[in-house]
C-alpha cells in the first residue's frame, strides 16, 4: 500500500522543465546534464577576442571536471560566476576586468540556457492541481539561482511552491540529504510524510534515499538503475504518473 504523502518535492530540469531537444547533453563522470555552452561562441569572442575558442572550450571542460571531481563528499555548490573566473584563470586572463569578463559570460550562458528549456502545459496543470491539495516544493541543482527562480517566474508556475531550494542559494547540492532537508523544514513535513520527484538516479534518487525520503524516478528510457544505487519506490515514464501515486 502506498503511504500518504501530504509533502511533494519535485526536481527542476529533466523533470518540472525540459529541455529542448537541440540541447545537447554532457556527460563528466557520474553526472549527465544539457549544456547550452556552444551559443556562447560570440560571446567568447568578444570578451577574450585572442583566444581561439577551442582553448575556451578545452578550459571549461577541464574546469567542469575538476569541479565535479571535487564535489565528493559534501557536494558544496560552486556557483556559475566561479567557474567561468576558473576558466578565465586557467586561460591566464587576469587583471582588473577578469571578474566582469566572468560575470558577463556567466549571464550569457544563463540567458541561453533560460531560453531553451519549456514548461509543458501538462506539467503546469498537474503542479496547480496538486498545490491545492498538497504541500509542494522544489529542489534543484543549479549554479545560479536567479535563473532558476526567473525560469519558474516566466513560465508562471514560482507561486505554487511552497518552498523553493535552489543549490545555489542553499551552498549544497544533492545527493546532500541537507538540501532535502532544508526544503522538509520549511514545509513543516518530516521524511516519512514526503516524497521526491527526479529524473536522476545518483542525485534525485539516492539523495532522496539518504534524506529517508521515497523518491519516485522519472525513467522513460527504462533505463537499468546504475549499480549500487538504492532502489526508488516507484519508476515512471513522465511527470504526469505522479498523480496516480500520490492520489492512492
Sequence with gaps: MTPPYPFLLFDLFGTVVLFRPEVPVLQV??????STMHYLRADVQRELPETP????EDAMRAVTAEIVAARVPEHREVLSPERFRRV?????????????KAERLCLAHMGYLASRVELPEAHGDLLRRLARTHAVALVSNFDHGPTAHAILARHGVADLFHSTV???DYGWRKPNPAIFAQALR???????EAVFVGDSPFDDVAGAHAAGIDAVWINPGGEPLPKGLPEPRFVVGNLLEVEEIVRR
Excluded: C
Excluded at 578565465?88 to 566582469?100: D, F, H, K, T
Design 29 to 34: 563522470g557520474p553526472t549527465t546534464w544539457r
Design 53 to 56: 575558442l577551442d582553448a575556451f
Design 88 to 100: 578565465l584563470e586557467r586561460l591566464g586572463v587576469g587583471g582588473a576586468q577578469a571578474g566582469e
Design 166 to 168: 535552489i543549490s545555489a
Design 186 to 192: 520549511e514545509l513543516g513535513g518530516e521524511p516519512r
